[in-house]
């Protein structure tokens, strides 16, 4: 489906130019492209290699050990029934430290252990528990205090203040989130009470 929509675009780009007397104007820009975006991934890349290995040395350091009982009250709150010293734990706040970075990248290795850890205490490990649904709901709307990627990518692309989103940044994952724990805790409180919207929605996953 992407590669029909990449298709159509490009059709459409060249009649468009070819109607409007700029093909030599688009054929630059597509001799230009592919060093543009090598530079671009390179530069990306070399971002989220550099703070991967931050957060390692911060994960064998036990910095992160710490770090867990900052985020102690706040995931009592959120996964109640885990330990405290449980590799879930550790890996759930590796997860939340990459993305409070805004390293997303980073944060996806530590997000699929925690679900691993997560789906191993369910009788049924094919299908997601409350728990694994809420963190990658937090992993998807991600609470960010320095949007790392957002900036590079602002500053790559020639932004003279490239942290100048971090207000609306803050705004819309604070809300992102408090929506999305509102709505996963009250989806699993239906679903554990005896409705007929609970037995259609666990005939659906088994499905």
């Known amino acids: 489906m992407l590669g029909h929509l990449i298709v159509w675009i490009f059709i459409f780009s060249f009649v468009t130019a070819l109607s409007k007397g700029k093909v030599s104007e688009v054929c630059a820009q597509l001799l230009a492209s592919p060093e543009q975006a090598l530079s671009l991934c390179v530069c990306v890349g070399c971002s989220i290699c550099f703070w991967s290995g931050v957060m390692e040395v911060a994960r064998q350091s036990g910095i992160l050990k710490r770090l867990s009982k900052l985020f102690a009250p706040i995931l009592k709150l959120l996964f109640?029934?885990?330990?405290?010293?449980?590799?879930?734990?550790?890996?759930?706040?590796?997860?939340?430290?990459?993305?409070?970075?805004?390293?997303?990248?980073?944060?996806?290795?530590?997000?699929?252990?925690?679900?691993?850890?997560?789906?191993?205490?369910?009788?049924?490990?094919?299908?997601?528990?409350?728990?694994?649904?809420?963190?990658?709901?937090?992993?998807?709307?991600?609470?960010?205090?320095?949007?790392?990627?957002?900036?590079?990518?602002?500053?790559?692309?020639g932004s003279t203040a490239p942290m100048e989103i971090l207000p609306a940044v803050w705004f819309s994952s604070v809300l992102s989130v408090s929506t999305g724990i509102i709505a996963a805790k009250l989806f699993s409180a239906i679903c554990k009470a005896p409705s007929p919207l609970c037995h259609a929605l666990h005939g659906r996953q088994k499905t």
């Open 80 to 157: 109640p029934k885990l330990k405290k010293d449980s590799p879930a734990i550790q890996s759930i706040c590796t997860n939340l430290a990459a993305n409070l970075l805004g390293l997303g990248a980073a944060a996806a290795p530590a997000g699929i252990r925690a679900v691993q850890e997560l789906q191993k205490n369910c009788s049924d490990p094919t299908i997601a528990s409350d728990y694994s649904i809420l963190l990658i709901l937090l992993n998807t709307a991600s609470l960010q205090l320095i949007p790392t990627t957002a900036a590079m990518l602002r500053l790559k692309a």
